[in-house]
């Protein structure tokens, strides 16, 4: 499938945007050899972003299905907290890595209304200019 009938089937215009973003887990994970429960948080990049999601470049390792809790500021200063669902990941195994493109895509399922319309708005502008 060629690059461009992927973004037609998208739902939401997709920007890029490098923006500082902030992913935790929600539900814990277990350290193996004590049994205790953590999370896991980290600060990323985000190299594009729609209304429906973003992809972030991390060399952290979430699988498919896994929730999220995505940080971010847009550049107009908006904040947005959104639930995610790790959607698909791209890692290369074996070789070099290719640091642009390794990460995951994240599919925004929750968040404040406000700061979702906010979200939209911004790619919208993007996409207008």
């Not at 190299?47 to 991390?58: D, H, K, L, M």
């Not at 699988?63 to 908006?78: A, I, K, N, S």
């Not at 290719?98 to 925004?108: A, L, N, P, Q």
């Amino acid at each position: 499938m060629s690059e461009a009938s992927s973004y037609e089937r998208r739902r939401h215009p997709r920007v890029s945007a490098s923006i500082d973003v902030r992913i935790s887990t929600i539900e814990p994970e277990r350290d193996p050899w004590t049994g205790r429960p953590f999370f896991r948080a980290s600060q990323e990049r985000c190299a594009n972003v729609s209304r429906g999601g973003a992809f972030v470049r991390t060399g952290e390792e979430f699988t498919p299905g896994r929730r999220l809790l995505v940080e971010m500021q847009l550049p107009d200063g908006t904040p947005l907290e959104a639930i995610g669902r790790v959607a698909w990941t791209k890692r290369v195994i074996g070789g070099e890595e290719d640091e642009e493109g390794v990460g995951v895509g994240v599919e925004f399922i929750g968040g404040s209304p406000e700061q979702l319309a906010r979200l939209e708005h911004f790619v919208d502008d993007l996409v207008d200019a």
